[in-house]
């Protein structure tokens, strides 16, 4: 039974699963916006919003707590370039919009993550 259990496997190891989320969202960070899968969009999507809380602290704990979790470059332009943005806003930093687009392979729905 998976009572209480949070989080998405994606048929991934532990290690490759977290992994396979950083660079998920890195890229999201990267482009602003991506299409992906809406289970994929759904499992990133808080996890970038809390590093947008962290960033918009604005300290050296907060880039330090960045850099441990996503790749260099991604951190750097979430703390300097992406959080300033969202100083006056509480939450809410990312939308998930559905498309009519599916997977060929096998069906699963697409869907677009975009900053707000």
């Known amino acids: 039974m998976r009572h209480q259990k949070e989080g998405r496997k994606f048929g991934r190891i532990t290690g490759r699963r977290r992994s396979f989320l950083a660079i998920l969202m890195h890229n999201l960070i990267m482009e602003g916006r991506i299409q992906t899968t809406e289970a994929r969009a759904k499992e990133i999507k808080p996890r970038v ?20 979790r996503i790749p260099k470059d991604s ?34 729905m697409k869907v677009v993550i975009e900053f707000v």
């Open 49 to 68: 919003e809390r590093l947008i809380t962290i960033a918009k602290k604005g300290d050296l704990s907060a880039l330090k707590l960045l850099l441990r």
């Open 75 to 108: 951190a750097y332009k979430l703390y300097h370039e992406i959080a300033p943005k969202y100083k006056d806003r509480n939450g809410g930093y990312l939308r998930i919009i559905k498309t009519s687009e599916v997977r060929k392979r096998d069906g699963v």
